[in-house]
Nanobody, 119 residues
Framework: QVQLVESGGGLVQAGGSLRLSCAASGRTFSNYVMGWFRQTPEKEREFVAA????????YYANSVKGRFTISRDNAKNTVYLQMNSLKPEDTAVYYC????????????WGQGTQVTVSS
């Protein structure tokens, strides 16, 4: 299992930007597909974005497509989520997650970082 620690959350006004970071340790980072999820007390945990092992392929939920960008730096064992044009409905705890290529589910999770977007 890989250990994941998120950072970069905070309070931002609507229309603003934040960049979340997720630092990984414990296993070879480049072996893992990485993803971002978010959760509020009112909603189920939902998929936000994912990135392939090399970073050549990315996937986004329709709700964030065009506004959020996932990227990774395998030399730094870090995955990022650049969030632009933030909306109040983006308010949530954001989690990074990792899975091996042929696993069906994300098996490693960080503790989460709070993102609050004010109107």
């Amino acid at each position: 299992q890989v250990q994941l620690v998120e950072s970069g959350g905070g309070l931002v006004q609507a229309g603003g930007s934040l960049r979340l970071s997720c630092a990984a340790s414990g296993r070879t980072f480049s072996n893992y597909v990485m993803g971002w999820f978010r959760q509020t007390p009112e909603k189920e945990r939902e998929f936000v974005a994912a990135i392939s092992r090399s970073g050549s392929s990315t996937y986004y939920a329709n709700s964030v497509k065009g506004r959020f960008t996932i990227s990774r730096d395998n030399a730094k064992n870090t995955v990022y989520l650049q969030m632009n044009s933030l909306k109040p409905e983006d308010t949530a705890v954001y989690y990074c997650a990792a899975r091996l290529r042929f696993q069906y589910v994300f098996g490693s999770w960080g503790q989460g970082t709070q993102v609050t977007v004010s109107s």
